[in-house]
């Protein structure tokens, strides 16, 4: 067994040294909006909240949590975010498929305008016009539609795709199995790591996006929740523009909501990613190296 240098020893400890800097630069700002949302309205206004909470209360999370808006908001996004998922993940796992075939006839050339596109979009003015042609504007398919594949993830797949035995494909038509066949039954169940790997990619994906809905989105009662929380991070001063109370404006502090909202918001994603941690860990690792 090989004996730990000095110079082996100082490298350790830079390496933690970083990953513990890198650590408490991402949780710090958390930890600061997490203690403004359960922290005194006083504190909070007079600018006392650090990363511990000032005065503890739940009155701001219980307003936020109990809103009308929020709640519908929060519908909006989970809809999207399941049925976009759903479908993300299906035409890309399709669309993956036969392009993991390199022996087909101008494989190269369609994996080239893939990737191309990849690269190159139309960009917002194109876009919005093409959602404006097709009566898009104020639906949610103009939030799922666009964003039903993603070449990066279509990449990962393909690789994990052609790292699985030929012989089990081979095996398969020989016993009168179609290619739909081999890919729902045999395929697909082989590849439950790296398919929860992207499902979580595109969960995120749909669950953050706010820009796309601020584009096509008009009508309040589509506003997903992270358009919603844009307004109030814009708005929060404003008493209207929260629909709040006399006895609301008492209890609660503008700063105090926004950081409410933002806790509200990630809490779905922080229940979800424990489960699908380790097909995440596994599914990029085989994805991205096989093949």
């Not at 052609?162 to 890919?183: C, H, Q, V, W, Y």
Request: net charge neutral; hydrophobic share 50%; proline share 5%.
């Amino acid at each position: 067994m090989h004996k730990k240098t000095l110079s082996d020893w100082s490298l350790d400890f830079c390496i933690y040294l970083v990953l513990l800097l890198s650590g408490l630069a991402t949780l710090l700002p958390l930890a600061n909006i997490l203690s403004k949302a359960i922290s005194d309205e006083s504190a909070v206004v007079s600018g006392k909240v650090g990363i511990f909470p000032v005065g503890f209360q739940l009155d701001t999370m219980k307003y936020v949590v109990s809103s009308s808006q929020f709640l519908h908001s929060i519908g909006i996004s989970l809809l999207i975010t399941v049925v976009g998922t759903v479908l993300a993940i299906l035409v890309t796992a399709i669309t993956a498929y036969p392009l993991s075939k390199r022996y087909l006839p101008g494989i190269s050339m369609i994996m080239l305008l893939f990737i191309f596109t990849m690269m190159f979009n139309g960009g917002i003015i194109p876009n919005y016009l093409l959602m404006k042609q097709l009566h898009l504007i104020n639906s949610l398919w103009s939030l799922m539609l666009p964003a039903l594949i993603s070449v990066f993830n279509m990449l990962v797949i393909k690789s994990y795709y052609e790292s699985l035995p030929e012989a089990l494909e081979e095996s398969a038509k020989m016993d009168g199995a179609r290619n739909f066949t081999i890919l729902f039954r045999i395929i697909l169940p082989l590849s439950v790591p790296v398919i929860a790997t992207i499902a979580l990619f595109y969960a995120v994906y749909f669950w953050n996006d706010y820009f796309h809905p601020m584009l096509y989105i008009n009508d309040a009662g589509l506003k997903p929740l992270q358009l919603y929380l844009r307004d109030i991070v814009l708005n929060a001063d404003s008493s209207n523009a929260l629909n709040k109370s006399t006895d609301d404006l008492m209890n609660t502090s503008p700063e105090g909501v926004r950081s409410a909202t933002v806790i509200a918001s990630i809490i779905p994603m922080l229940l979800v990613y424990p489960y699908l941690q380790k097909h995440f860990v596994k599914g990029v690792l085989i994805g991205s190296v096989k093949g």
